[in-house]
């Protein structure tokens, strides 16, 4: 799986030859200044839950690629009456069979105003489940979410989770010491940080990070670096 970093929790993946876009947030971001986001082509937005640290540019790259936004029911609502118009309404629980895999929505503990105002939904971290080289693959999106005994049934129903990628920033979702116990919960192999560092509230010891997940592949990527994750 190819993975680019684009700063807080945003990142792209190419799965099964797609591009799938988690939770842009660039523009307003200071440390992806360095980022276009004109020049991102994406198939998929998944966006986990309505803050504007999660969906900030999600309407103009969805408008000008035309891609499918899979979020909850009301964030998908609140996209199409901006003109957004291929989105693809999910909730918590619900799964379904895309092109380049099925998504499971999970449970995150957090919240999902919008930016205006409008409620959003449940927040949600996604299980997806795709198939690389003959090779059955677990990916867990947790969006932003404090630990919570439900991601051990992720591991009850799939075993072990090949790529997790977990907040460790505090303050608003989980630390660094609350995320290793949400990788051994779903039963990790390989962990991507992300929501740290971007604003103070969030900004994290590395070396911290680095020793709390040394029994795991820790995979810390620098804003517009790519990586193919295996
Ligand atoms: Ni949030
Ligand atoms: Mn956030």
């Known amino acids: 799986m190819n993975v680019t970093y684009l700063g807080h929790s945003c990142f792209q993946l190419t799965i099964s030859g797609k591009k799938i876009l988690f939770d842009p947030f660039i523009t307003p971001n200071d440390l992806a200044k360095d980022i276009d986001v004109n020049t991102i082509e994406t198939d998929y937005i998944l966006i986990s839950h309505g803050h504007d640290d999660h969906i900030a540019d999600a309407e103009s790259i969805a408008k000008r690629t035309g891609a499918k936004v899979i ?17 693809h309404p999910m909730n918590t629980g619900g799964s379904w069979e895309f092109d380049f895999g099925t998504v499971k929505c999970v449970t995150a503990m957090h919240s999902s105003g919008l930016p205006d105002g409008s409620y959003g939904g449940n927040p949600m971290g996604f299980v997806i489940t795709y198939t690389e080289h003959d090779v059955e693959k677990y990916l867990y999106y947790a969006g932003d979410t404090a630990l ?24 608003f979702t989980m630390g660094i010491f609350d995320a290793l116990k949400a990788a051994q919960f779903v039963n990790a192999d390989t962990v991507i940080p992300m929501h740290y560092d971007t604003f103070g509230y969030i900004v994290i010891d590395h070396g911290d990070l680095k020793d709390a997940f040394s029994d795991f592949e820790l995979a810390v990527f620098n804003i517009g670096e790519e990586k193919e994750l295996t």
Not at 72 to 86: A, D, F
Request: net charge negative; glycine share 12%; aromatic share 14%.
């Open 148 to 171: 919570t005994y439900d991601m051990k049934l992720i591991e009850e129903e799939f075993g072990h989770i090949d790529f997790a990628f977990l907040p460790v920033g505090d303050n």
């Open 71 to 87: 979020s909850s029911w009301e964030i998908v609502q609140w996209l199409g009456t901006k003109g957004v118009e291929n989105g």
